[in-house]
Structures are given as C-alpha cells and as structure tokens.
C-alpha cells in the first residue's frame, strides 16, 4: 500500500506510537516512509508535534505537517478559534498524493476519532481517505469500552465503502485485567476486522534504538510485523 491512513476510535489512546511503530517496521525493510499531520492541534510554534516524534522514534523518516493549532480541539473548532484557514480533505489527499510520488509509504495519522471534524463543511479524515483510495489501520484502547467503539467505527467505514486495513491496541498494559485480556478474542468480532498488534504501554518512552528494534514484535505480517495474534490470545487467555 502507497498511503495508509492511521485513525483511532479517540484520543490519547496511542496513534502516533503505533505510527512511529509501522515506519520503524518499514524502514527496516527497506522502503521510504512519509508521516503526514493533516492538523496538529494542542502545539505551539517551535514544539515537536506527533509528526517530529515520529521521525524521532522511527530514524530516517520524511515529516509533514499542513496545519498547526496552538489549542487542544477537534481541528476545525482550534481553526475557528485561532482564525485561521481549516484543513480539507482535499488538502489532505493532495499532500498525501504528493509525498506518495517520492516515498514507498505514506502514513497518514488523524487527530482524534475517524469523524472528526476538520472544517466548517464537516470534512473528515474519512473522506480522505475517500479521495485516496486508502485503507485505513484503526488504533484502539485496550480495556473497557473499547468494543464498542470499534464497533461504532467499523460501522462507519463500512458505510463510507472504506477499507479498514485492521485494528491495534494502542497500549497494552503489563498487567492487563479480564477485560483487556476478553477483549483480545472480542476486538476483531466487534471491529470487523483482524487485530494486528499490540503495542505495550510506554513503548514510547523507549530509547529510539530499542524501539526501532522491538516494533516488528508488536505488529502483524500484513503490516511487516512478526506479531502472531493467535499465540498473544493463548498467552493472555483468561
């Protein structure tokens, strides 16, 4: 795939570790890799934003970032507020287009869940991912409630005529409780979709090298991963 669009069913639950995880996995094999932020909300002028942390955790990989709002909002509210132009789909997929003529792999990571809103007409990333043709990866929380937020978003890529590439736990706790570990079995039902990694919880605060060595281990071979679902399920069973 040219371009694979990272999205989530919320925020904070992981999206930019688990992008930093699948550049680190390519890069290893060989392939040149992009990272866009169509919005990054929340940060400063001169602050390292999702994008940054990427190429920081991944080595090696080309950063973009369209737009840039200081308040943590959905995209189009931090636009409106800081008067300035929001980011639209087209916008989005027009970047992503370009990147992908230079680059073996376009990461594309949202902000927040699939239908956030990025402008004042209700553009989403869902819609580009639209205008791209790309499947869409979806970074999930471990724990409760996470079903049916799955749910709810493979609903919505479905009804969109969207591919959902699959889903990842975003972070995996080291000592996960009866509801994280159900939901290993319970998450690909409820998403409609095969469960393709689980990234631990604080992989992010790893030191960069170690990171980039440990990535394959948390991601399927679809996504250039080692991970096995099947024998992380039997390990964590309840």
Avoid at 106 to 119: F, I, K, N, S, T
Wanted: proline share 7%; charged share 20%.
């Amino acid at each position: 795939m040219a371009v694979l669009v990272v999205s989530g069913t919320g925020t904070e639950i992981g999206k930019t570790v688990v992008t930093a995880a699948v550049a680190a996995v390519a890069r290893a094999a060989g392939r040149s890799v992009a990272v866009l932020k169509p919005a990054q909300t929340g940060v400063g002028p001169g602050e390292r934003g999702d994008a940054d942390e990427v190429v920081r955790l991944a080595g090696g990989v080309t950063a973009a970032e369209l737009a840039r709002f200081p308040e943590p909002l959905a995209p189009d509210t931090a636009a409106r507020r800081a008067g300035k132009a929001p980011v639209t789909p087209d916008a989005v997929a027009e970047a992503a287009g370009k990147l992908a003529a230079g680059h073996d792999l376009v990461l594309v990571e949202g902000a927040g869940g699939l239908l956030v809103r990025y402008d004042e007409d209700g553009g989403t990333l869902a819609d580009a991912a639209r205008l791209l043709g790309a499947p869409v990866l979806v970074v999930v929380p471990a724990g409760l409630g996470t079903l049916n937020t799955a749910a709810l978003t493979g609903e919505a890529l479905r009804a969109r005529g969207l591919d959902q590439a699959g889903v990842v736990i975003g972070s995996w706790p080291d000592e996960p409780g009866l509801a994280e570990r159900c939901n290993v079995a319970d998450l690909p039902r409820a998403a409609g979709a095969p469960l393709l990694g689980a990234v631990p919880r604080g992989a992010g605060a790893l030191a960069p090298a170690d990171f980039r060595a440990r990535a394959a281990t948390w991601l399927a071979p679809p996504l250039g991963g080692a991970w096995d679902a099947e024998a992380f399920e039997a390990a964590v069973r309840w």
